[in-house]
């Protein structure tokens, strides 16, 4: 879509819809095939079919086929598949339209409906992860890394003392297998850590096995929104110890007219070294520019020719001498180079097996739902995501250059939510819909026809007020937490050629 730009703030609201409307048709399809599943076993075992929706609420759209109403609802959050004789959803779907009393069902045939749904999620996730697993997920090297590349400055890392370039080996008596990302994962261990100390173990070069306990009480947990309001939108603060993956410095842009400019930096070149000192991370190269105080450096570049039928890479030293900005607020009036950093560094494609892609997100699924019912972590339903937080990580996503490839991991991760989320035992859901049969089944009659239709409205207000929850939660993600956007610095950063500048001899 990079011909929108050209159009201007035209193509800018036009690439704001496609990509809505690219965000509807990747959600609808989960919910369609979730419902398609529901459908499919409620014919095949018999059961009267009355509707068919996406979305709840007040229809947009409806059509009448062979006896069944299709339509499409008002409010997007999942969708249902009509079934007046599985138990009473009049709050949810409307009041049947049967004329005549219909037959009772067998709990048996009631739970082969309710499992059919969250059964074809898991089918689409595997057809998902085999997608994944032959055209490959992007990784950066700070999402899969266990190496320190960063120590905040007095952060709780800092005072424990955890030094960059230690390889984390488990947190709290959990291996880690990679720094970002769900179970296994360092941002996990420490975000459902519930002690008021983390117990690192690391492999420190030299030096060999370390623990380490760091303390969890940091940032403020218990800091209070600037105001009344803010506190329905702002999500509770999660606990972090002030430490970032390796990740070798990449050049996303170079300013024109700046030292990078001058010395010849060309966007992809990765720094690998400053003065002979390796580098795992931006910001080290940046602290140690700062302390040079404008002064000289020689830096290690890789440029890799992508262009080639082969990748090649070369390796050169480059001199490096930051300046001040010829016009720039007051904010950047110290030495700089003029690099426009890449969001997320080289990438590489992974190819994980299908099991492993299945695995990973529902223990991912099962070790939130144990730390939201533990009641000793950080983690609460305002952590939760609804159909809108959902809507905006897609909508991410597909602005990504790997589009595609990162919309199929994603939708692996979240169909096996959906199929487990579905399977809770919560009236309403399927697993409660299961529940319910098999306490019929136990019972040997019907459950009593008017106390169920109350348990299922209530369930069925408690959770549409749960979406309501977390959707003010998701709303404050994107316009006060994601309100707080930093002018690109090459819009505020302006260097003068050579002939130019003014003589500093």
């Given at each position: ?478 316009f006060i937490g994601g309100g707080n956007k930093k002018p690109n610095p090459s819009e505020e950063l302006k260097w003068l050629p ?8």
């Amino acid at each position: 879509m990079q011909w929108l730009s050209s159009l201007g703030t035209v193509g800018e609201v036009l690439r704001i819809i496609i990509l809505i409307f690219e965000v509807l048709l990747v959600f609808n399809l989960m919910i369609l095939v979730h419902e398609w599943g529901h459908f499919l076993a409620a014919r095949w075992r018999g059961l009267k079919v009355e509707a068919f929706y996406i979305w709840f609420g007040k229809p947009l759209w409806k059509k009448t086929i062979n006896g069944v109403e299709y339509g499409l609802g008002s409010i997007p959050a999942g969708g249902f598949v009509k079934l007046p004789q599985m138990a009473p959803m009049g709050t949810i779907e409307g009041e049947s339209t049967s004329e005549e009393p219909l037959p009772p069902i067998k709990p048996l045939d009631k739970m082969i409906v309710a499992f059919a749904g969250p059964l074809f999620s898991f089918g689409l996730a595997c057809v998902f992860a085999l997608l994944v697993s032959w055209l490959g997920k992007p990784q950066s090297e700070a999402f899969v890394t266990t190496t320190i590349g960063y120590v905040v400055e007095d952060s709780p890392s800092a005072k424990a003392g955890l030094k960059a370039g230690d390889v984390i080996k488990s947190i709290d008596g959990l291996p880690i297998r990679r720094f970002e990302g769900f179970v296994d994962s360092v941002r996990w261990g420490v975000i459902a850590s519930e002690g008021t100390e983390i117990l690192f173990e690391v492999d420190r070069p030299g030096e060999g096995i370390k623990k380490i306990p760091v303390s969890a009480l940091w940032p403020d947990v218990d800091k209070k929104p600037s105001s009344w309001w803010k506190s329905i939108f702002e999500r509770p603060v999660l606990r972090e110890v002030g430490i970032m993956g390796k990740s070798t410095p990449m050049v996303g842009a170079v300013q024109e007219n700046s030292p990078a400019a001058d010395a010849g930096l060309q966007p992809n070149d990765e720094i690998l070294s400053v003065d002979g000192i390796p580098l795992l991370s931006p910001v080290q190269l940046r602290e140690y520019l700062e302390d040079k105080g404008g002064k000289s450096v020689q830096v290690l570049v890789r440029r890799t020719d992508k262009k080639a039928t082969t990748a090649q890479s070369v390796e050169l030293t480059v001199s490096l001498t930051p300046r001040i900005p010829d016009k720039a607020p007051p904010e950047y009036d110290r030495p700089m180079v003029g690099i426009e950093w890449h969001a997320t560094g080289e990438r590489k494609l992974a190819y994980p097996p299908v099991s492993e892609q299945i695995s990973d997100a529902a223990r991912s699924m099962f070790s939130m739902i144990s730390k939201l019912v533990s009641g000793n972590s950080d983690i609460s339903p305002a952590h939760m995501s609804g159909p809108v937080g959902i809507g905006r990580v897609y909508y991410n996503l597909l602005q990504d250059p790997a589009a595609l490839l990162q919309i199929l991991w994603f939708s692996v991760v979240l169909n096996i939510n959906l199929a487990i989320m579905n399977m809770l035992p919560f009236p309403v859901l399927d697993g409660g819909h299961i529940t319910m049969a098999i306490a019929e089944a136990i019972r040997r009659k019907p459950l009593h026809s008017r106390a169920l239709e109350w348990i299922q409205t209530a369930c069925a207000l408690t959770l549409f007020g749960f979406i309501f929850f977390v959707t003010f939660k998701d709303l404050g993600d994107i316009f006060i937490g994601g309100g707080n956007k930093k002018p690109n610095p090459s819009e505020e950063l302006k260097w003068l050629p050579k002939d130019q500048r003014p003589d500093t001899n």
